[in-house]
């Protein structure tokens, strides 16, 4: 059982869910976050004043997945997300310990589904 | 005798001056609804826009339309009264407030336009564009209806301008989108549209309310004389019960077609109305006004679903609201109207045949074109020396940041996943 997280351009969030679909992989939770990487962010101005904004607005992808799943999972992301320019983001795979289903109390890959 | 004729005078002009105020703050109107019906990363772009849409028809209509539109000339232009020097006022109010009420006219005219091509327009490319159409464009058409020209002396009826403003700038706005393409998202590979939500519905509705409430300056200034008091009242009426009938029967059809009652569907049904019953306001009995409203709810439900089979991505409706109504309203002088009330000849439904109809059919054409074609060379100008369109990036982050530098929510923060 694996977590992988992602963070990926916002509007690119369209293009990814339909890859995972048609990787079936249908479950996701998905978070608003701020973050940098490599980009240098963009500036504004407001009335004359210049200012640097440095956290740039991402979507979190967090996808629970069993074994088998995560190479078809990372390639859907990655076709979804890939534009080839900086700020396309990243995938971070990590060992899941448990899982457990609240409704009816089912532990592990079963859980995950 | 003298003091009543100038007091009369007065009167008037007082009027005609109430009433360009209130069409100016239809431009808040506009900016609102815009606002609204788009989403909030571009929401800046759209009331600069706006705002500065009006700035440059005023300075425009003083510098050249007002001469082009009401100057001497011949059947297609004017050609007398640039930078209002020598300009005479056709009417007996004096000449600044005529003009003041024309060129909020004006105004209105070329806002219409934003929001057909909001969100991906450039705004040098908007900029440009709004001075030439009030500069050049708009005062043609209105040079041929309201100036003497030849649509005018053949008995073509607008009475406040179905025509020679929502067909204009709702013809632009259909020729812009088009020339533009469709935002990006809009439609998927398989041809099926998606929902771009608008991300204020509360800002729209102001929008429309604020729209409804001009349109009593918009319609029944356009007498520009009190006179007893009875036309102003007739022509007030039938603007708010088109207005009423169009939001209803737009609310009954999309709720009957897609199982929901749409609001921002029913306010488009209410400006179709106030649209469609512009032309015939003056010339027709509160129950004509009634079924023209409840013909254009029909109309601007069905043109924005056909806009959307045909691929035309029109973000808030400008031409299904302004375009396909200015048609409708136009024509609908020739079925309606009644000559006791003030038109050449009587409409279809009091026996004046197709006569009427016929002239209102040729000069909804006429008008149709000529902007279509003229405002398809200007775009297509601005294209090549500029662009139309800001580029993909751009779009994508939102043309506040991409244009402005600034956003319209500081301190929220708005994520857009499209």
């Known amino acids: 059982m694996k977590l992988i997280i992602a963070m990926i351009q916002p509007h690119k969030l369209t293009d990814v869910k339909k890859a995972l679909f048609d990787a079936q992989v249908y479950k996701m939770t998905v978070t608003n976050a701020l973050g940098c990487g490599q980009q240098k962010g963009y500036t504004e101005t407001y009335r004359g004043v210049i200012s640097d904004i440095n956290l740039l607005k991402k979507i979190r992808l967090e996808i629970a997945v069993n074994d088998d799943y995560v190479e078809p999972t990372i390639k859907a992301i990655i076709k979804g997300a890939k534009t080839g320019s900086i700020g396309d983001g990243k995938i971070m795979v990590m060992d899941m310990v448990d899982c457990i289903r609240i409704r009816t109390g089912e532990r592990g890959s079963k859980a995950i589904g | 005798m003298e003091t009543l004729a100038t007091l009369k005078?007065?009167?008037?002009?007082?009027?005609?001056?109430?009433?360009?105020?209130?069409?100016?703050?239809?431009?808040?109107?506009?900016?609102?609804?815009?606002?609204?019906?788009?989403?909030?990363?571009?929401?800046?772009?759209?009331?600069t826009k706006n705002f500065l849409d009006f700035c440059m028809a005023s300075l425009g209509f003083f510098m050249f339309g007002y001469a082009i539109m009401?100057?001497?000339?011949?059947g297609l232009f004017g050609l007398k009264g640039f930078f209002l020097m020598g300009a005479e006022s056709p009417v007996s109010i004096p000449l600044f407030a005529f003009w003041l009420f024309q060129a909020a006219f004006c105004g209105a005219a070329a806002t219409i336009v934003?929001?057909?091509?909001?969100?991906?327009?450039?705004?040098q490319a908007y900029l440009i564009y709004s001075f030439v159409i009030?500069?050049?464009?708009?005062?043609?058409?209105?040079?041929?209806?309201?100036?003497?020209?030849?649509?005018?002396?053949?008995?073509?009826?607008?009475?406040?301008?179905?025509?020679?403003?929502?067909?204009?700038?709702?013809?632009?706005?259909?020729?812009?989108?088009?020339?533009?393409?469709?935002?990006?998202?809009?439609?998927?590979?398989?041809?099926?549209?998606?929902?771009?939500?608008?991300?204020?519905?509360?800002?729209?509705?102001?929008?429309?309310?604020?729209?409804?409430?001009?349109?009593?300056?918009?319609?029944?200034?356009?007498?520009?004389?009190?006179?007893?008091?009875?036309?102003?009242?007739?022509?007030?009426?039938?603007?708010?019960?088109?207005?009423?009938?169009?939001?209803?029967?737009?609310?009954?059809?999309?709720?009957?077609?897609?199982?929901?009652?749409?609001?921002?569907?029913?306010?488009?049904?209410?400006?179709?109305?106030?649209?469609?019953?512009t032309a015939p306001c003056a010339f027709i009995e509160p129950w004509a006004a009634i079924t023209i409203g409840a013909v254009a709810g029909l109309l601007v439900v069905t043109a924005v679903v056909v806009l959307d089979k045909l691929h035309i991505d029109d973000p808030v409706g400008a031409f299904p609201v302004h375009g396909v109504n200015g048609i409708w309203g136009t024509l609908s002088i020739g079925i309606f109207g009644q000559k006791a009330l003030g038109l050449a000849g009587d409409g279809f439904l009091y026996g004046g045949g197709f006569a009427q109809l016929g002239t209102q059919l040729l000069g909804v054409a006429a008008a149709g074109l000529f902007v279509?074609?003229?405002?398809?060379?200007?775009?297509?100008?601005?294209?090549?020396?500029?662009?139309?369109?800001?580029s993909r990036d751009e779009e994508l982050k939102g043309l506040d940041i991409g244009e402005h530098g600034m956003e319209s929510y500081a301190g929220f923060q708005v994520f857009s996943t499209q």
């Open chain 2, 70 to 74: 009401f100057g001497p000339g011949n």
């Open chain 2, 114 to 123: 934003a929001g057909g091509m909001a969100e991906r327009m450039k705004f």
């Open chain 2, 134 to 277: 009030s500069a050049l464009i708009y005062p043609i058409v209105g040079h041929w209806i309201w100036g003497g020209g030849w649509l005018s002396q053949i008995g073509f009826a607008d009475f406040a301008g179905s025509t020679v403003v929502h067909l204009t700038g709702g013809i632009a706005a259909l020729v812009g989108t088009i020339m533009l393409g469709a935002r990006i998202g809009k439609f998927n590979q398989d041809g099926s549209p998606n929902v771009i939500a608008g991300h204020s519905i509360p800002l729209a509705s102001l929008g429309v309310f604020i729209l409804w409430f001009g349109w009593f300056g918009f319609n029944p200034g356009s007498t520009l004389a009190v006179g007893d008091g009875s036309l102003i009242g007739r022509i007030a009426i039938n603007t708010n019960l088109a207005a009423a009938m169009g939001g209803i029967v737009a609310m009954a059809l999309v709720w009957k077609l897609f199982g929901k009652p749409d609001l921002s569907m029913a306010m488009n049904g209410a400006l179709a109305g106030l649209v469609a019953v």
């Open chain 2, 9 to 47: 005078t007065g009167i008037d002009t007082m009027w005609v001056l109430i009433s360009a105020f209130l069409v100016f703050f239809m431009q808040a109107g506009f900016g609102m609804v815009e606002a609204g019906f788009i989403r909030a990363k571009n929401t800046c772009n759209i009331l």
């Open chain 2, 372 to 390: 279509a074609l003229s405002m398809g060379f200007v775009f297509k100008m601005i294209d090549l020396f500029i662009g139309l369109r800001v």
